[in-house]
């Protein structure tokens, strides 16, 4: 029986498997990670854990806010997992231990707040995707009305949120007379920390008008984080247990590239991030803005394209010439000149997105990407879209992904099969096109409704409806590829 991945088994593995280089009876916890998903451990936690050897007293405890599944794994495994880096010349693992203990908020969730007020915590860090904002995508602000605000306004000390979960641990530093900590937003938000802090200020605000103001004064450092990290399979699993000589409940399978850009906005200390390979700067928001309309905006397009093109994964997606073509033009002629990014080749960072899209290695799921597009739209392409209508210009290949999108919750693909659709608004957009049928005009007009999404300007604007009903009407009419090849020329 093959043994399992533990702080007693380190010394048991397979010969050259890298392994954490500190005494980790050593570190404490200087970081509370609220969202301890795939993404997280594939990047803060290995930057913390290239640095836990130099200052121990910046560890990680982790906390699930939805599901135990990630305790569930970790906890047997005393924090540790491999994380198995993916390339044409293999796969190469490396054990990260940086993260100390996983919480489950829903049944230790007095203790996790206990925890996020003690004094030792300086950082809180967030990745819980974009819904788990509980905000109104289009415009940023607070959803007043979201069920979980709701909850968290009505029971204060007991919240279900992130949000919720902020404001409850700051008001009782604030109780107690301890500084706050700095709330990090690794999630993929246009101006990630200054939405996080209109939000968090504004539930503050809600339930008391002076702990409103006193989280005011609450450092929001912005972020850009990029690294592309596939679910993990059970293939994945029986990989890692062979080449590490042990098992493994939750592996991270992740790319070579990585990126974090950091405002360097942290009163309450932080780690030397800079000293492996963070960048800190005065300003994140053009790196975001580069990251969300290039790669990101790209991933959705080729999700939902590719998809419905039946196209497996994003490797498989860019074996199609068309698709090729059509990525390449909106990130060079759509995406590109929106961008104002002084000193920085985006041409080079468009041909080595390309390069990292080809990775045959990595096993990136269209569906995977294809999550959430409620919440991710409007970051990804329709900010892009209103910034060439306010500047006259085209949104061909743009209005593709938007009409890709519109043709995918649908929830029936060109086969007639059944689309598994994820999203906060799944139920409201598949009845939209239940009613709307085959019809593409009565589809877009009941999506473009949904003002959460689109807010109360797109819908409406003739030129974004021309383009974006025009491929859509295409792909009802001769199918995905046929649309694309249009497109592509």
Not at 146 to 174: C, F, Q, T
Not at 192 to 197: I, V, Y
Not at 342 to 367: I, Q, S
Not at 409 to 432: F, N, Q, S
Request: include cysteine.
């Amino acid at each position: 029986m093959t043994q399992r991945l533990t702080q007693k088994s380190l010394a048991t593995l397979a010969k050259g498997i890298a392994v954490p280089g500190y005494d980790r009876g050593k570190v404490t916890p200087g970081i509370v990670h609220l969202g301890i998903g795939a993404f997280h451990r594939a990047h803060m936690a290995v930057y913390v854990d290239d640095l836990l050897a130099d200052d121990p007293s910046w560890g990680i405890v982790g906390a699930s806010l939805r599901r135990p599944d990630t305790k569930e794994a970790l906890e047997p495994q005393d924090g540790l997992y491999t994380i198995a880096v993916r390339d044409a010349a293999g796969t190469h693992p490396r054990v990260i231990g940086a993260i100390l203990s996983v919480m489950d908020a829903n049944t230790q969730r007095d203790e996790l707040l206990t925890l996020m007020a003690d004094p030792a915590i300086r950082i809180v860090s967030l990745t819980v995707t974009e819904k788990g904002y509980c905000h109104d995508p289009a415009t940023g602000e607070l959803d007043q009305k979201h069920p979980d605000i709701v909850h968290d306004l009505a029971n204060p000390s007991a919240p279900k949120s992130a949000p919720g979960m902020l404001v409850e641990a700051l008001a009782r530093r604030k109780a107690s007379g301890v500084a706050p900590f700095t709330v990090m937003s690794c999630d993929n938000l246009p101006s990630n920390g200054e939405t996080a802090k209109r939000i968090v200020t504004t539930l503050a605000a809600l339930r008391d008008a002076e702990l409103g103001e006193w989280v005011e004064s609450v450092a929001f450092p912005s972020t850009m984080v990029d690294r592309i990290v596939p679910s993990t399979t059970d293939a994945d699993r029986e990989e890692v247990t062979k080449l590490i000589g042990a098992e493994d409940a939750w592996p991270i399978m992740t790319e070579p590239f990585t990126q974090w850009v950091i405002e360097d906005k942290f009163p309450a200390g932080r780690p030397a991030f800079e000293k492996v390979g963070a960048q800190l700067v005065a300003d994140v928001e053009p790196y975001e803005h580069m990251k969300l309309r290039m790669l990101n905006g790209s991933h959705s397009t080729m999700a939902y394209a590719g998809y419905l093109g039946g196209y497996d994964y994003i490797a498989e997606v860019m074996g199609d010439d068309d698709y090729v073509t059509l990525i390449h033009g909106l990130m060079t002629e759509e995406a590109m000149p929106t961008l104002h990014m002084p000193g920085v080749d985006l041409g080079a960072y468009r041909d080595e997105l390309l390069e990292r899209f080809r990775n045959p290695a990595l096993k990136h799921r269209t569906w995977q990407i294809a999550m959430d597009g409620s919440q991710k739209l409007p970051q990804r392409l329709l900010g892009t879209i209103r910034d060439r209508l306010k500047a006259g210009l085209g949104i061909e290949r743009l209005a593709l992904g938007v009409a890709a999108w519109m043709r995918y919750v649908t929830g029936v693909d060109e086969e007639g099969d059944e689309i598994d659709v994820r999203d906060p608004h799944a139920l409201k957009m598949m009845a939209i096109a239940a009613d709307a049928g085959d019809d593409a005009e009565a589809l877009y007009e009941g999506l473009v409704s949904i003002s959460e999404i689109f807010g109360d300007d797109l819908g409406g604007n003739a030129v974004f409806r021309t383009a974006v009903l025009g491929h859509l009407n295409s792909m009802f009419d001769e199918g995905i590829h046929a649309t694309i090849a249009k497109v592509a020329g």
